[in-house]
T-cell receptor, first 117, second 119 residues
Framework: AQTVTQSQPEMSVQEAETVTLSCTYDTSENNYYLFWYKQPPSRQMILVIRQEAYKQQNATENRFSVNFQKAAKSFSLKISDSQLGDTAMYFCAYSNAGGTSYGKLTFGQGTILTVHP | DVKVTQSSRYLVKRTGEKVFLECVQDMDHENMFWYRQDPGLGLRLIYFSYDVKMKEKGDIPEGYSVSREKKERFSLILESASTNQTSMYLC??????????????????FGNGTRLTVT
């Protein structure tokens, strides 16, 4: 079974600064997907960024980028120019590729990020 | 935009009651999921469904059942609620039909969650 570990229960950052959230995972699969989801205080969970394991290039979405280290099974999220609206719980998630995965996600424990003005 | 609607935002039930949590999605998604979210544990998959009347157990199905009679609706049932089922419940759907090797690349669309308290 796959596992996802987020070792930072809480993080804080000043507005406009950069913060990195850590995530490690364990799998014996070679082809899979990794995601970062954001859950603001309003609770609606939304996708931030995703990475396909067979792609070596790190994914980026505006101020959000990842550092994907496949050999180390590490998948960190970097938020640049942090904004107050980035305050949320962030979840790292994993999914197998392949037809029988059905898009099921395995989530980490979550990291609460607070952006201070 | 995809809309996933959970019927209740807050729910308080008594031990032993039968509880229904309803979820409806409006984008004709094949896959639907029920997760529970607990502090320090993240989200854990209870059940999922990949088609009408099709369901499979997730990681923590004990004490729960599900029903999917129509494609847009996926219900989570607590047959006899217990205090250890007090939690936040999140429904999600995804748009890719299975079997499909790229099914996992499609993001899940989540509802707003139902916070259930069992007393």
């Amino acid at each position: 079974a796959q596992t996802v570990t987020q070792s930072q229960p809480e993080m804080s950052v000043q507005e406009a600064e950069t913060v990195t959230l850590s995530c490690t995972y364990d799998t014996s699969e070679n082809n899979y997907y990794l995601f970062w989801y954001k859950q603001p205080p309003s609770r609606q969970m939304i996708l931030v960024i995703r990475q396909e394991a067979y792609k070596q290039q790190n994914a980026t979405e505006n101020r959000f980028s990842v550092n994907f280290q496949k050999a180390a099974k590490s998948f960190s999220l970097k938020i640049s120019d942090s904004q107050l609206g980035d305050t949320a719980m962030y979840f790292c998630a994993y999914s197998n590729a392949g037809g029988t995965s059905y898009g099921k996600l395995t989530f980490g424990q979550g990291t609460i990020l607070t952006v201070h003005p | 935009d995809v809309k996933v609607t959970q019927s209740s935002r807050y729910l308080v039930k008594r031990t032993g009651e039968k509880v229904f949590l309803e979820c409806v999605q409006d984008m004709d998604h094949e896959n639907m999921f029920w997760y529970r979210q607990d502090p320090g544990l993240g989200l854990r998959l209870i059940y999922f469904s990949y088609d009408v009347k099709m369901k499979e157990k997730g990681d923590i199905p004990e004490g729960y059942s599900v029903s999917r009679e129509k494609k847009e609706r996926f219900s989570l049932i607590l047959e006899s609620a217990s205090t250890n089922q007090t939690s936040m419940y999140l429904c999600a759907s995804s748009p890719v039909p299975l079997p499909n090797s790229r099914a996992a690349s499609s993001p899940l669309h989540f509802g707003n969650g139902t916070r259930l308290t069992v007393t």
